[in-house]
Nanobody, 122 residues
């Protein structure tokens, strides 16, 4: 099992920045990819960004490319999502997830955090 705990959500004005953190514990040696997803009421969970745990390759949704950055600190077993130039459309509950394989599809992720609310005011 892998446990994931997100933090850093909150309220930010449009154009502002916010950093989300996801601390992983447990059988982290089994993790291949770490990802961030987001979800708003009535919509499916949406891929935001992912990073290969060891190689460090990153992947982004087109909607956040150039504004968000995913990075990791392996010494702390923590993945971050730096959100810059935030837009009201970024408002959602953000989830951290861990997968045992190379995937950006929500169904491919084995472990999920509890989610953290991000609200971007216009």
């Amino acid at each position: 099992q892998v446990q994931l705990v997100e933090s850093g959500g909150g309220l930010v004005q449009a154009g502002g920045s916010l950093r989300l953190s996801c601390a992983a514990s447990g059988r982290t040696f089994s993790v291949y990819t770490m990802g961030w997803f987001r979800q708003t009421s009535g919509k499916e969970r949406e891929f935001v960004a992912a990073i290969r745990w060891r190689g460090g390759s990153t992947f982004y949704a087109d909607s956040v490319k150039g504004r968000f950055t995913i990075f990791r600190d392996n010494t702390k077993n923590t993945v971050y999502l730096q959100m810059n130039s935030a837009e009201p459309e970024d408002t959602a509950v953000y989830y951290c997830a861990a997968a045992k394989g190379p995937t950006t599809e929500a169904l491919g992720y084995d472990y999920w955090g509890q989610g953290t609310q991000v609200t971007v005011s216009s």
